[in-house]
Nanobody, 112 residues
Framework: QVQFVESGGGLVQPGGSLRLSCAASRSISSILAMGWYRQAPGNQRELVAGFGSGDKIKYGEFVKGRFTISRDNAKNTVYLQMNSLKPEDTAVYYC??????WGQGTQVTVSS
């Protein structure tokens, strides 16, 4: 099993950018499927971006080219670069893999 610690959230104005980081408790080189999810108050948790088998990447339909997921296996870290943020992107963002449990996430608030 692996544990993730998410960081990088905060308050940003509409149109701004944030880079989220997800640090793993062990090597992620062998973890092919993992991704970022988010949950806003009153909403279900949804996929933001994720790696699948064969290095395939899937993004939520709402991303529309604004976010980029990446990973640095040497640092055991997964990133989510978020640009052109909108108020509706406000949520707690989590990192998750099939072999991990849900962490505390990092809060992203987009507001003027």
């Amino acid at each position: 099993q692996v544990q993730f610690v998410e960081s990088g959230g905060g308050l940003v104005q509409p149109g701004g950018s944030l880079r989220l980081s997800c640090a793993a408790s062990r090597s992620i080189s062998s973890i092919l499927a993992m991704g970022w999810y988010r949950q806003a108050p009153g909403n279900q948790r949804e996929l933001v971006a994720g790696f699948g088998s064969g290095d395939k990447i899937k993004y939520g339909e709402f991303v529309k080219g604004r976010f980029t997921i990446s990973r640095d296996n040497a640092k055991n870290t997964v990133y989510l670069q978020m640009n052109s943020l909108k108020p509706e992107d406000t949520a707690v963002y989590y990192c998750k893999a099939p072999v991990s449990v849900w962490g505390q996430g990092t809060q992203v608030t987009v507001s003027s």
